[in-house]
């Protein structure tokens, strides 16, 4: 069987909603991240982050999580400092709804195929995800979560076919994106607690 491992890359968040501090709401979507990663079964789980952030991932992660330290945040970073595994799904940290098969399926097409990419639903900017192989294939080019497109992930590829996309899932970047989350899902326990401490409705 495959040695596979979903990394959270804590990258850099850019909004909350009103009365909610910044770095409060970061940690709070990072943690039901990686809460989530937790439950999946087959695979090992590991955070990322720039120097810069260390400290907010070993406050975070469960004991024996590995966290790992890239130059940037980007899959490409993350993908180059993983050893020992055979697959590796690099996803970003604001989806603290994520459901658990939708990571699956950003998996799956790994037996095929060397890259899979999970676009944001509804055809928003950036990506959900991005899984490959190891090593990484050197036509891959550096995709930074927060712009990139399965087109990009694509520009380089022998054959379009190498890159599958997969189900999406929407990111929490805007008012827009946080009236979607359904308060029946269970799960986001963390950004939850932090909405309803801001009077918001969750």
Request: hydrophobic share 50%; proline share 11%.
């Amino acid at each position: 069987m495959a040695r596979r491992v979903v990394v959270a890359l804590l990258g850099p968040v850019h909004w909350s909603p009103p009365g909610v501090d910044l770095a409060q709401w970061r940690a709070a979507l990072a943690e039901d991240v990686i809460d989530l990663f937790a439950t999946l079964n087959e695979v090992e789980v590991a955070v990322a982050v720039t120097p810069a952030d260390r400290a907010l991932a070993d406050a975070l992660v469960w004991p024996g999580t590995a966290v790992y330290e890239v130059a940037e945040p980007t899959p490409n970073a993350v993908f180059a400092a993983l050893e020992g595994y055979d697959q590796a799904a690099v996803l970003v940290s604001d989806v603290p709804d994520l459901p658990a098969l939708t990571v699956g399926k950003l998996l799956r097409p790994l037996t095929s195929r060397p890259v899979a990419v999970a676009p944001v639903e509804g055809g928003g900017p950036g990506l959900l995800g991005v899984a490959v192989r190891l090593p990484a294939p050197d036509w891959l080019p550096t995709l930074e979560l927060d712009t990139a497109t399965p087109a990009e992930a694509r520009g380089n590829a022998p054959r379009p076919g190498d890159v599958a996309v997969t189900t999406g899932w929407r990111r929490l970047r805007g008012p827009a994106d946080l009236a979607t989350l359904d308060p029946a899902f269970e799960g986001w326990e963390a950004t939850r607690a932090l909405l309803s401490g801001s009077g918001r409705p969750t």
